[in-house]
């Protein structure tokens, strides 16, 4: 269960900037929504968050930095390469590279870690991991390949480490590398980020991926087939079947062909996915699997521009599936949108919306609609947003007099 990721000197966030999961005091009214979950250890944490911001704000860099360390943690010790396709400090005029900061606190049962790392596009600076029970402690902290602090009491991993590796270098991080050597601590913290996490950063890049992914698991997995149905008449009702159709080309070649039922003047009529579908109904086949993924192991589910193609009916549906009480509790989604029909406080909470906007000098701020003062519980969330009450809005006003005449 993700509670912050914090980033600084990252594409367009030159200073520290944290997204924060946390729960406010404030009470939930109505029993059969879950807008936020408690967990065994007393956190509390927001069930979705949806960040809002004008074109250009540095919403997708938000994505892009949380991508860019759960691509590093994943793939230190496999890509020799990984820093420098995924490391991009914010351009600043010294031609010093200064280290790019990362760092996400969880909650793992009843302890909370917080782990995080220093790097450029050559080596990583620092990296530390600490874990809270009862008071916040120490495990390790590293500065390049030198530990600076060493919890070997509750760390025994360290002691394998200070041995020397030859797999930990500049480029490779601690936690990657026991993690490949299944140790205890170290094996929680990547199974809480790179298996229960899932990024999708570029909808366009990942498509056929995440097409393929539910195409997989639709044949094989009947509890998801039928899930799978249900959710597509759920959003259609014209919709009555789902199935996958084989055929055989004339070379032999089996095809799989997505394929909706509807019923047309009492008849059932057939319709390709990818052929006659519209772009939302084909969205949501595509990351089917992936809602079901989260909805039911309770995982945490991060896209940028989710309401693309949707119609904003379906994108608020999709949102109350992670509030509904039928879901896991620790399941969790992340979504950049410009759908401000989502600022509602029937479904969102103060804490549960997210601002990213962009200073003169191309600096980026990230700021919650509960840091702002004087908004309230039931206030209208959309109107003053769009009023300008809340910031984080693109400024038109230099377009007006634009003429295609010169």
């Known amino acids: 269960m993700l509670l912050e990721f914090a980033v600084e000197n990252f594409k367009s966030f030159k200073d520290l900037q944290v997204l924060s999961l946390e729960a406010n ?24 968050k949806a960040i809002f911001g004008a074109n250009g704000s ?31 400090p914010f351009k600043k005029n010294t031609g010093i590279q200064e280290p790019s900061f ?11 870690y917080r782990y995080g790392y220093e790097a450029d596009s050559q080596k990583i600076h620092r990296e530390w991991l600490y874990v809270k029970e009862f008071r916040e402690v120490v495990l390790f902290e590293r500065e390049y390949q030198q530990f600076i602090e060493l919890n070997e009491t509750s760390f025994k991993e360290g ?41 999708s950063p570029d909808l366009t890049q990942y498509k056929n991926e995440w097409y393929d992914h539910t195409l997989r698991y639709f044949e094989k997995d ?9 959710l597509l008449i ?64 309770g995982d945490l589910f991060i896209v940028d521009e989710w309401d693309a193609l949707l119609h904003p009916r379906l994108t608020r549906k999709i949102v109350e599936l992670f509030h509904s009480p039928d879901s896991h509790p620790n399941a969790q989604l992340i979504f950049v949108t410009h759908d401000t029909n989502l600022l509602d406080s029937d479904l969102l909470r103060r804490d ?8 003169k000098n191309g600096t980026s701020e990230i700021y919650n609609l509960s840091d702002i003062k004087g908004v309230r519980v039931n206030d209208l969330f959309e109107k003053n947003y769009l009023k300008g009450n809340y910031g984080a809005l693109p400024i038109l006003n230099s377009i007006e007099n634009l003429s295609i005449n010169g």
């Open 25 to 48: 005091a404030e009470k939930e009214n109505d029993p059969n929504v879950n807008r936020i979950v408690e967990s065994i250890g007393g956190y509390k944490t927001v069930k979705t």
């Open 58 to 88: 540095g919403k997708s860099n938000l994505i892009s930095a949380l991508a860019a360390m759960w691509k590093i943690i994943m793939y230190s010790l496999k890509d020799d390469s990984i820093l420098e396709n995924f490391i991009t």
């Open 102 to 112: 990362f760092q996400l606190i969880f909650v793992h049962e009843k302890k909370k």
């Open 159 to 199: 002691k394998i480490i200070k041995k020397g590796l030859k797999m930990f270098t500049s480029k490779t991080l601690i936690i990657s590398v026991l993690d490949q050597l299944n140790e205890p601590i170290s094996t929680i913290v990547k199974e809480c980020i790179n298996n229960k996490i899932v990024i």
């Open 222 to 230: 009947d509890s998801f087939k039928s899930w799978t149905k249900n």
């Open 234 to 297: 759920g959003i259609d009702e014209s919709i009555s079947d789902f199935e996958i159709i084989k055929e055989k080309t004339e070379s032999g070649t089996e095809i799989k062909i997505p394929t909706i039922y509807r019923k047309v003047n009492n008849k059932k009529v057939s319709f390709t996915l990818k052929m006659e579908e519209a772009a939302g109904t084909k969205k949501i086949f595509d990351f089917s699997r992936i809602l079901y993924r989260c909805l039911k192991d």
């Open 352 to 359: 549960q919306v997210a601002f990213v906007e962009k200073s």
